[in-house]
């Protein structure tokens, strides 16, 4: 006869306590629950009895901070055994002295420094604030007493942000100093005489802590001391413009073009064929000084060149004209040559660069006669010619006004761009004609690289623009020592 199992019969053979048999499974996760608790206790009493308060700490400070990991009192009030989470402007102060963005902003309350300055997110840039604090005002700026200077309704790069204002408007470079970039950056000969050569940027627009020769410089004029300073070159910088924190190293800027060190070796200043050394590049009255000694040092040395013959004239008639001749004093001879040459250096010379106005050339009728030689001296009657080259006034010779900062409002590093061409961003020096052009590339051109993402370069406001005002900064009394900074204290 055939067994018979039902479902109860079957449910009676089921232990039902088997849940609470002990299994080596079982025992391993209650060891895990008691000691991981309790290796964290002891692991933070231990980093506790060395006073090392990382444990408590939301993540790593950032790199200038990361000395003070272990010192979370140094930032942060501690009040009934907590910590404040948020670290008060006093701790900030007591080492960093911030002075406030304008004095004319209108907004009450100025922002507390960790709201633009947040730590503990590793090892990053503090300085690196999130364009949100800077749109707290710039996108809906108000200012107070003075008119309104700048856009209004800036809220990132990308969002609001105008056209450089040395581009707006049709703004015209205020320089003085003629130069045409078309001509200069195509193949051009080296001076009167010399050979073709092509001129690239670095020639003559380099920083000024850049090293290494000039092609084309001329040593004497390197070494020569001018009587025009700073102010006669140079536009003075914009009294409003925030100075960086830190000095400059000298390559961010490019330096004023020097004649000495770009120009010299093309652009000569030959005033007489008697001499092969051009005069200073100084200004008119230096030049004029050094005229009238070169010409009576000369004439001191060759006497018999007071004995001038005129230079002969082409007649229409074919027959030559009766010679002329005449007999100066040292002074008359130096006096008609010192014109000559001033004619030649105010009338073309300089002014092909600079703009002169005022001075009255002299009379150099008389001046354009040859030395006679000493057999026709002795035959040509000799007459004393009656010179009156009374000196009259040097001309004045504009200042150059040369732009040191063409946005002086925001911080430029031509040497963190120097894996780029001058071209990729002054493209229009290749075709520029005129003076007054304005080089400086557009903002479009800047965000071509600047943009947000992680394939672009970084595009927030403190990358370009300054918030403190540390012509303001006061000196802060120091508060660590080596030894006890090392212990975690002070």
Known sequence: MARTRTTKKLAQRIDLNYFKRPTPYKRAKLWLCVLVPVLALVWIAWRGFFHDSRVYSSGRMSEPHAVLEKQCAACHVQKAGEYSAIALDSACLGCHDGPVHHENQVKAQVPECAVCHAEHRGRISISAANNQACAECHGDLHVAGIVKRYAAHIKSLEDGHPEFAALRGGAKDPGTIQLNHAIHMKPIRRGPNGPIVQLECGDCHRAAAANGPWPYADATYEAAS??????????????????????????????????????????????????????????????????????????AAHPAAVHEIQEPERGLTGEPPAPRAQLLTSAQWVKERTAVAEELLWGKTCRQCHALTGGQLQDTTLGRWEAASDQNANHLPATSAQLDLAEGPLPVIAPAQITIRWLPHAKFDHDAHRSFTCTSCHAKALSSTETGDVLVPGIENCKTCHAPGPEHAESRCFECHTYHDWSKRKEVNPTYTLPALAKGGR
């Open 226 to 299: 001018v009587a025009y300073k700073v102010e006669d070159e140079n536009l003075p910088l914009n009294q409003q413009t925030l100075p960086r924190r830190r000095g400059m190293a000298g390559r961010e800027y490019m330096a004023p073009v020097k004649f000495a060190n770009a120009c010299a070796a093309c652009h000569l200043l030959t005033f007489d064929k008697r001499f092969e050394e051009g005069v200073p590049h100084d200004k008119p009255e230096v030049v004029h000084s050094f005229l009238v000694k070169k010409f009576s040092e000369y004439i």
